[in-house]
């Protein structure tokens, strides 16, 4: 199957720094990404969806100014945690569909574990 | 997207079939049935998915009752690898994908 890569695939930061995780597909062109949000013990929450060249649209209660959601190609979305706090500490996953690939199918990144200090 | 419903656990023996159910009754006719598993602080694995049809591929077998008001994830012969949380989701392909709790299934020796 299609490969999604993820990078870091964990991160440790000071509480007011930002950080940025990538998402690559490696094998096909990615119309659409996904990104998702998961606390421990819980299931995976959709924070937004990015459509190559466009903004992201951020589900209720995803803050935009804090989650930049940049998607500039179609290998290629990142996102960048604003002035991160250690309520912000979670697992961030992305997922991608696109060209090439089964219509519909999601492909998903290994996920990045973000501990704010 | 429809909906659905999954037992919070299950428990299977090693070497037997694991037969996770999924409800969805509201289910319209172009959604499909899509089946997820995510172990352990890893990303989401796709396993199988299916419109009307019952599929099978390398990892399981997808039953689809024929009203589509449910379904069974079926893996034939179950090893402790398999321990994993599984989602049942049910979408158009053109949509995002959303997830439920799932079904925490524990694979025992």
């Known amino acids: 199957g299609a490969v999604v890569s993820q990078h870091p695939s964990w991160v440790i930061c000071k509480s007011g720094t930002s950080v940025k995780i990538e998402c690559r597909s490696l094998?096909?062109?990615?119309?659409?990404m996904f990104w998702y949000r998961q606390f421990p013990k819980q299931s995976l929450m959709l924070m937004a969806t990015?459509?190559?060249?466009?903004?992201?649209?951020?589900e209720q209660g995803v803050e935009k100014d804090k989650f930049l959601i940049n998607h500039a190609s179609l290998t290629l979305s990142t996102l960048t945690v604003t002035s991160a706090h250690p309520e912000d500490s979670s697992f961030y996953i992305c997922?991608?569909?696109?060209?090439?690939?089964?219509?519909?199918?999601?492909?998903f990144g290994e996920g990045s574990r973000l501990t704010v200090l | 997207d429809a909906k659905t419903t999954q037992p919070t656990s299950m428990d299977c023996a090693e070497g037997r079939a694991a037969n996770l159910p999924c409800n969805h009754s509201?289910?319209?006719?172009?959604?499909?049935v899509y089946w997820y598993r995510q172990i352990h602080s890893q990303g989401p694995q796709y396993i199988i998915h299916?419109?009307?049809n019952n599929e099978t591929n390398e990892m399981a077998s997808l039953i689809i009752t024929e009203d589509r008001k449910s379904s069974t994830l079926i893996l034939p012969h179950a090893t402790l690898r398999d321990t994993a949380v599984y989602y049942c989701?049910?979408?158009?392909?053109?949509?995002?994908?959303?997830f439920g709790a799932g079904t925490r299934l524990t694979v025992k020796p």
């Open positions: 299916g419109l009307k």
């Open positions: 990015s459509n190559e060249g466009s903004k992201a649209t951020y």
């Open positions: 094998d096909f062109q990615a119309t659409t």
């Open positions: 997922s991608a569909q696109g060209l090439d690939v089964v219509p519909g199918e999601l492909f």
């Open positions: 509201t289910i319209s006719g172009n959604e499909y």
């Open positions: 989701i049910v979408r158009l392909p053109s949509n995002d994908m959303r």
